[in-house]
């Protein structure tokens, strides 16, 4: 088999991106298309009008933060002082809960990046004569909200050019179309910055609209002039930002607050006027994020001892596992049992579960074959949350043992890598090709590449805690080394076949390619 050239590698990455419509930010599709914006705009500009009270409800992670952070920015701009609610997870639950709506007497609600799923709390605002208003990206479940007007590209009946957008960005689009009904002057562009964490963070698909707005918003971040991003890139220090810069830096500490504590702790933080209310903000936030580590280890390691190689999926559950770390305990047990994964935190009988899986196979369908049992559960493709009664757990795990024995589909995407790589031949040049094409991200995937009887020279665990695997090896007499993070497993064959990505390591200044081990075959 003939190896990856540079020629070659940029011929397979510019293909990607050949017929993007939207390949330049003059050319994204604009609000009009989108079902009900024109009456939720009008009914904003008469809020506005007669000085009604406005409340956004946003939601606790990174997306439903910076969503109520664009809102807070936009009518600010606009000279409106606007109120606004977070859900605390813990206190609350998701979204426009009918414990939020009871907090809301009068005025206009907006929901931004939730409220497709709240019929409830949408009844007791009927009740009230409340008008409301939903942006959201989530999947349209059978019982849609009473609502003035909701904003969702998912709907059947939008005809918004592309669907796959996360719940800030259709908040972005709702301001673009309130400035073109006021006829105001907000820079728009002002919010690439956020809009980018966002969509990296939601794991929007990095393709298309996204695409153009992550490249442009990347350049935006490094330059912002928001106290918050000044403070990060103090802290990665790098000359250009990638997305796992975002990905894996900056959007675990902006998620850390909702998971962990009250995500109004990250809303604060994005919103900072000043240096060192921002480094206040952040100092905690790096905190609540290390104490996330912590206790996902340590739930990580108590559910793998109950799950069992012969079910289809891993359905897991303990009494009072933090509700704020299962979600990614569930995205990292997907991955490493390669199969979708259920983990549920039972408190007072009540089970609370969050679901992950990287495959063909729709965990919305998925967990609606079950819904007979559920309290409630709403979320994507590959993301979820549902809850039920903890005595209904082992009848939910078998219906989805059953259904995903039914499946043909395979429960787990395997890597699809460009081809054998020539290690030898990674110099500079070889990263800048890899760079040029950024952002990387779902259905547009960083290069990865095998490497095949790649001799061990040695083995090292590196890190604090001694859970990296670092190697030395031999490749066609090329000797490099290359990291797995989060592996402790010394016990290898001498000869090695990988599946590996290359990233760019800046040092003093010194620009190095780093190898990084995507998985031991």
């Given at each position: 088999?003939?190896?990856?050239?540079?020629?070659?590698?940029?011929e397979?990455?510019?293909?990607?991106?050949?017929?993007?419509?939207?390949?330049?930010?003059?050319?994204?599709p604009?609000?009009?298309?989108?079902?009900?914006?024109?009456?939720?705009t009008?009914?904003?500009?008469?809020?506005?009008?007669?000085?009604?009270?406005?409340?956004?409800?946003?939601?606790?992670?990174?997306?439903?933060?910076?969503?109520?952070?664009?809102?807070?920015?936009f009518?600010?701009?606009?000279?409106?002082?606007?109120?606004?609610?977070?859900?605390?997870?813990?206190?609350?639950?998701?979204g426009?809960?009918?414990?939020?709506?009871?907090?809301?007497?009068?005025?206009?609600?907006?929901?931004?990046?939730?409220?497709i799923?709240?019929?409830?709390a949408?009844?007791i605002?009927?009740?009230?004569?409340?008008?409301?208003?939903?942006?959201?990206h989530?999947?349209?479940?059978?019982?849609i909200?009473?609502?003035?007007?909701?904003?969702?590209?998912?709907?059947?009946d939008?005809?918004?050019?592309?669907?796959?957008?996360?719940?800030?960005q259709?908040?972005?689009?709702?301001?673009?179309?309130?400035?073109?009904?006021?006829?105001?002057?907000?820079?728009?562009?002002?919010?690439?910055?956020?809009?980018?964490?966002?969509?990296?963070?939601?794991?929007?698909?990095?393709?298309?609209?996204?695409?153009?707005?992550?490249?442009?918003?990347?350049?935006?971040?490094?330059?912002?002039?928001?106290?918050?991003?000044?403070?990060?890139?103090?802290?990665i220090?790098?000359?250009?930002?990638?997305?796992?810069?975002?990905?894996?830096?900056?959007?675990?500490?902006?998620?850390?607050?909702?998971?962990?504590?009250?995500a109004?702790?990250?809303?604060d933080?994005?919103?900072?006027?000043?240096?060192?209310?921002?480094?206040?903000?952040?100092?905690?936030?790096?905190?609540?994020?290390?104490?996330?580590?912590?206790?996902?280890?340590?739930?990580?390691?108590?559910?793998?001892?109950?799950?069992?190689?012969?079910?289809?999926?891993?359905?897991?559950?303990?009494?009072?596992?933090?509700?704020?770390?299962?979600?990614?305990?569930?995205?990292?047990?997907?991955?490493?049992?390669?199969?979708?994964?259920?983990?549920?935190?039972?408190?007072?009988?009540?089970?609370?579960?969050?679901?992950?899986?990287?495959?063909?196979?729709?965990?919305?369908?998925?967990?609606?074959?079950?819904?007979?049992?559920?309290?409630?559960?709403?979320?994507?493709?590959?993301?979820?949350?549902?809850?039920?009664?903890?005595?209904?757990l082992?009848?939910?795990?078998?219906?989805?043992?059953?259904e995903?024995?039914q499946?043909?589909?395979?429960l787990?995407?395997?890597?699809?890598?460009?081809?054998?790589?020539?290690?030898?031949s990674?110099?500079?040049?070889?990263i800048?090709?890899?760079?040029?094409?950024?952002?990387?991200?779902?259905?547009?995937?960083?290069p990865?590449?095998?490497?095949?009887?790649?001799?061990?020279?040695?083995?090292?665990?590196?890190?604090?805690?001694?859970?990296?695997?670092k190697l030395?090896?031999?490749?066609?007499?090329?000797?490099?080394?290359?990291l797995?993070?989060?592996?402790?497993?010394?016990?290898?064959?001498?000869?090695?076949?990988?599946?590996?990505?290359?990233?760019?390591?800046?040092?003093?200044?010194?620009?190095?390619?780093?190898?990084?081990?995507?998985e031991?075959?």
């Amino acid at each position: 088999m003939s190896k990856i050239t540079k020629q070659r590698l940029f011929e397979i990455l510019s293909s990607r991106h050949l017929n993007n419509p939207y390949s330049k930010l003059a050319s994204i599709p604009t609000p009009n298309n989108f079902k009900d914006i024109n009456i939720a705009t009008k009914r904003v500009k008469k809020a506005i009008e007669n000085g009604e009270k406005i409340t956004i409800v946003g939601d606790y992670d990174v997306d439903g933060v910076v969503s109520t952070t664009i809102m807070l920015e936009f009518f600010e701009d606009l000279g409106i002082k606007v109120d606004y609610i977070i859900p605390n997870r813990f206190e609350h639950g998701y979204g426009l809960s009918p414990k939020i709506a009871n907090k809301i007497d009068n005025g206009l609600v907006i929901t931004v990046d939730n409220g497709i799923s709240a019929y409830e709390a949408s009844l007791i605002l009927k009740e009230k004569n409340i008008d409301l208003i939903i942006t959201d990206h989530h999947t349209v479940g059978e019982k849609i909200p009473h609502a003035l007007a909701i904003i969702n590209p998912k709907q059947e009946d939008c005809t918004f050019e592309f669907k796959e957008i996360c719940g800030a960005q259709v908040a972005w689009y709702f301001c673009a179309a309130i400035k073109k009904e006021l006829e105001a002057n907000v820079d728009l562009s002002s919010y690439l910055d956020l809009l980018t964490l966002a969509i990296i963070a939601d794991i929007m698909p990095m393709t298309s609209l996204n695409h153009t707005m992550v490249k442009q918003g990347l350049k935006k971040i490094k330059n912002s002039k928001r106290e918050a991003f000044k403070l990060l890139n103090q802290h990665i220090q790098k000359e250009f930002l990638v997305s796992d810069d975002v990905g894996f830096t900056i959007a675990p500490k902006i998620n850390s607050a909702g998971r962990m504590d009250d995500a109004s702790l990250a809303l604060d933080f994005l919103l900072s006027k000043c240096q060192n209310s921002a480094y206040e903000s952040l100092a905690v936030l790096e905190e609540l994020n290390n104490y996330r580590k912590t206790l996902q280890e340590d739930i990580c390691s108590r559910a793998e001892k109950q799950i069992k190689s012969s079910d289809k999926a891993v359905v897991v559950w303990g009494e009072e596992w933090h509700e704020g770390v299962i979600g990614i305990v569930a995205s990292k047990l997907s991955h490493k049992f390669k199969k979708p994964a259920f983990i549920f935190s039972i408190n007072d009988n009540i089970a609370k579960g969050s679901a992950r899986a990287n495959s063909q196979i729709s965990l919305y369908d998925l967990i609606s074959k079950a819904k007979h049992l559920l309290i409630g559960f709403g979320g994507h493709k590959n993301a979820a949350g549902l809850s039920l009664e903890a005595i209904n757990l082992e009848e939910f795990k078998d219906i989805i043992n059953k259904e995903l024995s039914q499946v043909n589909d395979s429960l787990h995407n395997e890597f699809i890598t460009l081809g054998e790589l020539d290690v030898s031949s990674v110099d500079l040049e070889f990263i800048s090709i890899i760079e040029e094409f950024e952002p990387y991200g779902l259905e547009n995937e960083r290069p990865i590449f095998n490497v095949s009887n790649a001799k061990l020279l040695k083995t090292d665990l590196i890190g604090k805690d001694k859970n990296h695997l670092k190697l030395t090896l031999n490749s066609d007499g090329f000797i490099f080394e290359a990291l797995k993070f989060y592996d402790n497993n010394t016990n290898l064959d001498n000869n090695l076949n990988l599946i590996l990505s290359i990233s760019k390591n800046e040092f003093r200044g010194v620009i190095t390619p780093t190898f990084l081990i995507q998985e031991i075959l």
